[in-house]
C-alpha cells in the first residue's frame, strides 16, 4: 500500500507555482545550492563567539534560524535539512572568500535565468521576502519525495 505524500504547506504551494517549468527548475536546482555554499561560506566567516573552545559564526546562527524556521512548516523535513545543508557549509567554508562571492553571483544568475527565460515570471521572493527560505526547503521535498 502507498503511502500519501502529505499536504504541501502553503508556502511550498506558492513556491511551487511560479516555478513550474522545467527549465526554470534546473536552473534553481543549481543556483539554490551555489547560492547556499556561498552564504554559509561568507556567514561562516564572521566569528561570534568562542565559548568553550568552539567558535560560533554567523553561519551557525543563520542555519539553526532557518531550521527553527523548516520546523514551523515541516519537522521532517527541518531534521533532513540538518544533514542536507553540511556538505554545503563545509564547501563554502573550505573555499576562498572570492570563490564564495563568485558562487551567489553566478548562482542568483541561474536563479534569474530561470525566471527570465523559462518561467516568464518574476521571482516568488519579490512578492514575499520569505521566500528566500523557501526554495533550499522546497529543493528539499522534491528529493525527499514530499512535494
Not at 500500500?1 to 506558492?14: D, K
Not at 542555519?63 to 556538505?87: K, N, Q
Request: charged share 15%.
Amino acid at each position: 500500500m502507498a503511502t500519501a505524500v502529505p499536504a504541501l504547506h502553503p508556502r511550498l504551494r506558492e513556491y511551487a507555482s511560479v516555478h513550474a517549468t522545467a527549465g526554470n527548475r534546473a536552473c534553481h536546482w543549481v543556483g539554490i545550492p551555489m547560492i547556499v555554499t556561498a552564504v554559509l561560506g561568507l556567514l561562516g566567516r564572521l566569528e561570534i563567539a568562542s565559548l568553550g573552545g568552539v567558535t560560533w559564526t554567523a553561519a551557525e546562527v543563520a542555519v539553526a534560524f532557518c531550521i527553527v524556521y523548516y520546523a514551523r512548516i515541516d519537522a521532517r523535513l527541518a531534521v533532513l535539512m540538518v544533514p542536507a545543508i553540511l556538505p554545503f557549509d563545509a564547501l563554502g567554508r573550505f573555499l576562498p572568500a572570492a570563490a564564495d562571492v563568485a558562487l551567489f553571483v553566478v548562482g542568483w544568475i541561474f536563479q534569474l535565468v530561470g525566471h527570465a527565460v523559462y518561467e516568464k515570471k518574476s521571482p516568488a521572493f519579490f512578492e514575499n521576502v520569505v521566500h528566500l527560505l523557501i526554495g533550499p526547503l522546497y529543493l528539499l521535498a522534491k528529493a525527499a519525495g514530499r512535494a
